[in-house]
């Protein structure tokens, strides 16, 4: 009987250990843990990359560098090696190229997006939720060597944009939007008056009026052999915007895709109607929609606010020739709605997360630098380059950027006034941004989204008879490019709370030697216990 007992105890020891074995084996990946050290090490060096973006705009460049060099002084054991990029999507391919082999850099500029594929990787990006609070070295830090921003003092808002699955993955770094930019001067000579809200019927009325030609084919509204009327930058963001304003499915929080319905099909039918007329057309297809504007060759031109001193007469980063420019009075509004009563556009623009790695007093280094990116003098000093708006309530309320703001019109430099009236407006506007639901292969669902208007614009151009046949095909076609049928949803209203969906095989195999383990157990007891009564009752019978 002791035999038994070693034994049964020694299997239910077995199981035990293969049942926490598995529990650490299936469902979704935990959040990073990391510590936050007592103290910051000033007794040792440290060297950390940081991974940024510019638009080839040398004054960004030298802000990144200033910001470096003024860092460094602040902790003379810390080296930040800079490296730049020109496009987020290349820093967006290299980080999950690094993470293979845990070369990824110590800080990055990225977006929400980007993240929420980068946290498939088990322990990469840092959750800053404990650095945020820590007394020591978090927002507002007693340690901290400069004057840190507290918490409470980031845009809500912009903030909250950098909370993935719970917790906050990034902190914002500079925001955006998008912005509609009018030739006033042919609005007004097509008989037309701005509205104080623009309205999608209302550009598509006015562009349509552009598209007129006379008998030779030139544009009666320019005297031009070219005219594209409205011309849309991102077409990810046309149709994102134009879902959320009619409040018809794109996707859930939980990453179920809803973005394919007969709505989707309306706005794309519209779209339609309005490239066969030649009235609009898109940056991919066509071209920049700032060179067009400002040779007179456009009446409305919808890009980011980050790219304002592209835009207009004297816009100073302009990249056509100067006897290509044509002079006209240069508007900047928020983009068209479809219900005036309740505005929304798209909050957009860079945030930075940190990367895990084996040293938590490196980590900790890099939280230091991405903290000091917040500081007054970088907010503002970053903002003034094009129309974004600082992230803090601390830098928005400087009177150096207040002083700013109010210049708007002194140069076409520093001062330009479609840069500054663009960073108003953004202003004005926060509270009726939003961010689309984020989750890994929310950035394949966001390229799907402009890929359907772009389609639609090449087919029409084309002669492709469009229809429900045609939107039935491109439904289906996009979906399987972008894998848009192979994101795993984590919703709840569509499945069984006893579906955990599918297993890898180590669980799989653990759960089978589980089950052998408790049958072999069950059956061990069953055959001892019979072989007790046995042995019993031939005692008894002696």
């Excluded at 008998?215 to 409205?230: A, D, R, S």
């Excluded at 500054?420 to 953004?426: E, G, K, S, W, Y």
């Amino acid at each position: 009987m002791r035999k038994l007992h070693k034994w049964t105890s020694f299997c239910l020891v077995l199981a035990l250990m293969i049942s926490f074995l598995l529990a650490g084996c299936h469902g979704s990946v935990d959040r990073a843990v990391f510590k936050v050290p007592e103290e910051f090490d000033t007794s040792r060096d440290y060297e950390i990359t940081f991974w940024s973006k510019n638009d080839t705009n040398k004054t960004q460049t030298d802000i990144y560098k200033k910001a470096i060099e003024d860092f460094e002084k602040l902790y003379p054991n810390i080296k930040v090696n800079l490296r730049l990029y020109t496009d987020y999507g290349k820093i967006y391919n290299d980080v999950i190229t690094n993470m293979a082999t845990n070369t990824t850099p110590n800080v990055c500029i990225t977006y929400p997006d980007h993240i929420a594929t980068y946290l498939k990787s088990d322990n990469n990006v840092v959750p800053l939720d404990d650095l945020f609070t820590d007394k020591k070295y978090g927002l507002g830090g007693s340690e901290v060597r400069f004057d840190s921003p507290t918490a409470g003092e980031i845009v809500p808002k912009f903030l909250e944009e950098c909370k993935v699955n719970g917790y906050y993955y990034a902190i914002p770094y500079m925001r955006s939007t998008e912005a509609c930019y009018i030739n006033k001067t042919y609005v007004e000579k097509l008989g037309y008056t701005l509205p104080e809200v623009l309205t999608w019927d209302f550009i598509w009325e006015v562009a349509e009026a552009a598209a007129e030609k006379n008998e030779n084919g030139i544009y009666k509204l320019n005297g031009q052999e070219v005219l594209i009327p409205f011309i849309y930058k991102s077409t990810d963001n046309m149709m994102i915007q134009m879902i959320q304003q009619k409040n018809t499915g794109y996707s859930t929080p939980n990453g179920d895709v809803l973005i394919f319905n007969d709505s989707t099909k309306e706005i794309l039918n519209d779209i339609a109607g309005h490239v066969e007329s030649r009235a609009f057309s898109t940056f991919k297809i066509s071209g920049y929609p700032a060179n067009f504007l400002n040779a007179g060759q456009c009446v409305f031109a919808i890009d980011s606010t980050a790219g304002a001193t592209w835009m207009g007469t004297n816009a100073p980063l302009s990249d056509i020739s100067e006897d290509a420019l044509v002079e006209f009075e240069t508007v900047v509004m928020p983009i068209p709605q479809y219900d005036t009563e309740n505005p929304k556009m798209i909050s957009q623009g860079p945030s930075v997360c940190i990367f895990n790695k084996e040293d938590p007093q490196e980590v900790l280094a890099s939280w230091l630098f991405a903290q000091y990116l917040l500081t007054n003098e970088v907010q503002i000093a970053y903002s003034q380059t094009e129309g974004y708006v600082p992230v803090t309530t601390k830098a928005q309320n400087d009177p150096v950027y207040q002083d700013y703001l109010s210049r708007g019109g002194e140069d076409d430099e520093h001062y330009y006034k479609v840069k500054i009236d663009a960073t108003r407006m953004l202003l004005d506007h926060t509270d009726d941004t939003f961010v689309t639901p984020v989750f890994n292969g929310s950035v394949s669902l966001r390229n799907a989204a402009g890929e359907l208007i772009e389609n639609v614009t090449k087919s029409v151009r084309r002669k492709k008879e469009i229809n429900d046949a045609y939107f039935e095909k491109l439904y289906a076609d996009t979906a399987s490019l972008y894998r848009l049928d192979q994101i795993e949803s984590s919703s709840s209203e569509n499945r069984n709370p006893s579906d955990l969906g599918a297993m890898p095989p180590a669980s799989i195999i653990l759960l089978s030697t589980l089950a052998v383990t408790w049958v072999f157990i069950g059956g061990y007891l069953i055959f001892n216990r019979l072989k007790c009564k046995k042995y019993t009752k031939k005692s008894s019978n002696h």
